[in-house]
């Protein structure tokens, strides 16, 4: 690495290792949600945002841009939030810029919140890769030297955050102007380094304009970056509800919920507040209510469960858990509704028409389950797995991990830490991945991982149904591997395909002994390419491919250690600029605007077979379109 670029580079690092001067709330996660005693307002919409160049990334900061309105320190340019910026402008320098950039915007609260003595919290869904944030009332003049930590209101800043696809809030009530205009800003900086999670590298490149800092990874997907989910502005009363945890089980005919609710705002010169939890079935009637611990037991006789898609005819039933602290010396209470379905298991940038259109095709193609590769996906996709009865598997940021050193590992463990913490009540995450692809080859990469095997399991008491899908097979419950027999392994060969795969199986299971499941196999296609006999990149061959690993899957399964197979991929997606991918990752069913590919009506055949062989479940009409009268009175009679 050049002086220039380790300069840069220790620049970025600078502004990331303040964290602790203007830490985020540490406590409970829980979704913004209106209630009796919650207002919830969105940060969402239009804001200002420019580039720090690339030449001199700390300029915002040695400039103080954070103490006025952003369009007074240069050009700007509306960003629409929630969005990755790098795909809304025609400017390349945009989508391609390396760095900082930065965000602000306005807003109102209103006088009553200070009133009413109301914490105010703001919450972003996900900001990538690091963030900084200020919030600064009109009527206040900051200053601030060069430091470890550079935005400042009254010498002390909002909050910063350094891993993305993670929520991150603090309370700041104290920082507001009640009643009037306030400034909120943001620095993102979208560096990743050989300490980030996902890693990447920093180098120079010599251009016709002079030396430019480039990013390069060696995952395959874009480094998209900025203010990519939802912002929100939320009040609590001051002794509040912090964090609920919920674990389910299945006794005979009886579903058990165990809960544990914690609170927060505590003045010990008050009496402890009161805390009521109350059980209630999706049509709001009352199973169980009036429960006065803050820790307990409801046992419901003959429940109704959640059973994934395919497997039930109502998949997805949720409860709701009702719980209500109230504080009688203050006068306050607080309400919140945590959905929660009964299961057990046994070892054997967002839109949302986007969402709900991706929902209805993981359904029309017959899956039930998905894997959130390479990173959490935001919380209104997982409200609909919940709800929709579609079992995830949820996998933290860590791609291609290599270079085990100890501040890697602890970012590791934060990015999983966070993520637990987020998503540890839903009943549709099934397993933790933590890591995928890493260079497990690699003599460190043992006592590296089995640092984060044993936090997710002491993180994850409060659920004993707990999975991990982990690359180090030794460590874990579940192994998941990735294979591209046919593509990046015997190109064009479609007849090595079936022996391969389960030789590759049989020996996993024959050296440790666990559950199995193929997380990734497929082939690029550019979709409306057509050859006969099949030849790689068409469709056909991307159709022959998949039947030859259904061929072997189908062997395997019954053996019964063989429990899950992963199409790569859903759908296309954008990679880095490189002469092996065609305008991105081409090897989705479905193309980059959801429009199906040859192999996505072959997939959905054969899932469609599979629940109804495995769970008696009925393929719908248009499963089997008319082809004769002989073929079509065949299926008719099968299926009676």
């Known amino acids: 690495m050049s002086t220039t670029t380790t300069i840069y580079a220790y620049a970025l690092l600078l502004l990331r290792s303040g964290v602790t001067l203007a830490r985020i709330s540490s406590g409970g996660i829980l979704y913004p949600q209106e209630s009796e005693s919650r207002d919830v307002r969105t940060l969402d919409g239009v804001w200002n945002f420019r580039l720090s160049p690339e030449s001199d990334p700390l300029v915002g900061f040695r400039e103080h841009w954070y103490n006025k309105e952003l369009r007074q320190t240069g050009e700007t340019i509306p960003m629409p939030v929630p969005a990755s910026y790098n795909d809304i402008t025609q400017d390349k320098a945009i989508r391609d810029h390396v760095g900082l950039v930065w965000y602000d915007r306005s807003f109102f609260v209103p006088d009553t919140w200070r009133q009413q003595g109301l914490r105010v919290w703001m919450r972003f869904d996900s900001v990538s890769y690091a963030a900084q944030v200020v919030s600064w009332r009109t009527d206040i003049h900051c200053r601030s030297t060069i430091g ?111 809960y544990n609710v914690s609170y927060n705002g505590y003045d010990q010169s008050y009496s402890s507040p009161l805390c009521f939890v109350d059980l209630l079935d999706k049509e709001g009637k009352f199973v169980a209510r009036d429960i006065t611990t803050l820790a307990g037991r409801i046992e419901i006789s003959s429940p109704r469960l959640w059973w994934p898609y395919l497997m039930d005819s109502e998949p997805g039933y949720l409860y709701t858990l009702q719980v209500r602290l109230a504080s009688p010396q203050l006068g306050t209470k607080d309400v919140y509704r945590l959905p929660v379905g009964i299961r057990t298991i046994r070892g054997k940038g967002l839109d949302y028409s986007l969402v709900a259109k991706d929902y209805n095709l993981i359904k029309w193609i017959g899956a039930n389950s998905f894997r959130t590769s390479h990173y959490p996906y935001a919380e209104e996709i997982m409200d609909f797995a919940d709800r929709q009865g579609i079992v995830v598997i949820n996998e933290c940021p860590s791609v291609d991990t290599v270079g085990f050193s100890s501040i890697l590992l602890q970012k590791h463990k934060d990015s999983l830490s966070e993520l637990i ?178 192999s996505a009506h072959h997939v959905r055949r054969r899932y469609l077979a599979l629940a109804e062989e495995l769970d008696n479940f009925s393929p719908p009409q248009d499963a089997y379109p008319y082809i004769s009268y002989q073929s079509y009175r065949d299926k008719r009679k099968n299926e009676l």
């Open 148 to 258: 470890h930590r550079i935005s400042w209101v009254n010498g002390q800043l909002v909050m910063s955050h350094e891993i993305g696809h993670l929520p991150f809030q603090r309370d700041i009530a104290s920082v507001l102007k009640y009643g009037s205009k306030n400034l909120v800003t943001v620095a993102v900086d979208n560096t990743l380094l050989e300490t980030s999670i996902p890693q990447g590298q920093l180098s120079e490149t010599y251009t016709d304009n002079g030396t430019q800092i480039t990013q390069s990874y060696t995952f395959d997907f874009f480094n998209y970056a900025g203010i990519h989910r939802h912002v929100h502005l939320y009040t609590t009363p001051q002794v509040y509800i912090d964090d609920i945890s919920v674990r389910t089980s299945i006794t005979g005919n009886t579903g058990v919920i165990e």
């Open 421 to 598: 913490r987020r998503d540890k009540n839903r009943p549709s995450v099934i397993m933790w991945s933590i890591a995928n692809e890493a260079r497990t080859h690699l003599p460190a990469a043992g006592p590296y991982f089995n640092i984060p095997v044993y936090l997710c399991t002491d993180l994850f008491e409060v659920k004993t149904n707990y999975l991990s899908l982990f690359p180090k097979a030794q460590y874990v419950d579940i192994i998941g591997f990735n294979r591209y027999n046919g593509w990046y392994s015997n190109p064009g060969r479609t007849n090595t395909i079936v022996n391969n795969l389960i030789d590759e199986v049989q020996n996993w299971h024959r050296n440790f002994n666990k559950p199995i499941v193929i997380m990734e196999y497929g082939a690029d296609t550019m979709p409306g390419l057509h050859l006969q006999p099949s030849y790689i990149w068409s469709e056909e061959y991307q159709v022959e491919l998949f039947s030859e690993h259904f061929r072997a899957f189908d062997i395997l399964r019954k053996k019964g250690y063989f429990v899950g197979e992963m199409i790569w991929n859903f759908a296309d997606f954008k990679t880095a600029e490189t002469y092996t991918r065609v305008g991105g990752n081409k090897k989705g069913v479905f193309t980059r605007d959801r429009q199906p590919k040859s």
